[in-house]
């Protein structure tokens, strides 16, 4: 049988990026990632998101086609 191993830092991080900031960071703890989140949603008045470590969206604040529009005109 094959082991696998997984580094439970790398499993628990989460990126949370605000595009319309230009801001991103990188944190191990979810209520952190979600506390950064709504700041960054709050500061910018846009579409603020959190990945988790396999790239899936776990959180997000705002309308992120509005974001998206933003960002090209």
């Not at 997984?6 to 949370?16: A, G, I, S, W």
């Not at 191990?28 to 579409?47: F, G, K, N, V």
């Amino acid at each position: 049988m094959i082991s696998v191993q997984k580094n439970p830092t790398m499993l628990n991080t989460f990126y949370v990026a605000c595009p319309a900031l230009g801001e991103s960071e990188t944190v191990t703890d979810y209520d952190r990632a979600i506390d950064l989140c709504w700041s960054m949603h709050q500061e910018s008045d846009s579409y603020a998101y959190i990945r988790d470590a396999a790239g899936d969206i776990v959180g997000e604040y705002g309308d992120v086609m509005e974001g998206i529009a933003d960002l090209l005109y």
